[in-house]
C-alpha cells in the first residue's frame, strides 16, 4: 500500500508509503513495534493494532477528537 485514502465514519484518512498518517489532514503520530508489528498511538494509549489503518479507524470511532460526537 503506497497511498491510501478513505472516509470513515465522516473522518478522511490519508496514509502515504505506509510510514505518514493524517486524520482530517491532521498528522497522527504513532509508534510501529518491529517486533510484534503491531501500532499505537498516544490517542488511545495501551492499545495495539495489527495496522496502520486499523489504528486510524480506531482513532476516529474511540477519540473524542475524531469522532464527530453527537450531542
Same mark, same amino acid.
Given at each position: 500500500?503506497?497511498?491510501? #485514502? $478513505? &472516509?470513515?465514519e465522516?473522518? #478522511?484518512?490519508d496514509?502515504? =508509503? =505506509? #510510514? !505518514? +498518517? #493524517?486524520? *482530517?489532514?491532521?498528522e497522527?503520530?504513532? &509508534?510501529? %513495534?518491529? &517486533?510484534? *508489528?503491531?501500532w499505537?498511538?498516544?490517542y +488511545?494509549?495501551?492499545t495495539?493494532? %495489527?495496522? +496502520? +489503518? =486499523?489504528l486510524a !479507524?480506531?482513532i476516529? !470511532? =474511540?477519540t473524542?477528537e475524531f469522532s464527530? &460526537?453527537? $450531542?
Amino acid at each position: 500500500m503506497t497511498h491510501h #485514502t $478513505e &472516509v470513515f465514519e465522516g473522518g #478522511t484518512i490519508d496514509i502515504k =508509503d =505506509d #510510514t !505518514r +498518517l #493524517t486524520i *482530517n489532514g491532521k498528522e497522527i503520530s504513532y &509508534v510501529h %513495534d518491529a &517486533v510484534k *508489528n503491531k501500532w499505537s498511538s498516544k490517542y +488511545l494509549p495501551y492499545t495495539q493494532y %495489527d495496522s +496502520l +489503518l =486499523d489504528l486510524a !479507524r480506531a482513532i476516529i !470511532r =474511540d477519540t473524542v477528537e475524531f469522532s464527530g &460526537v453527537k $450531542e
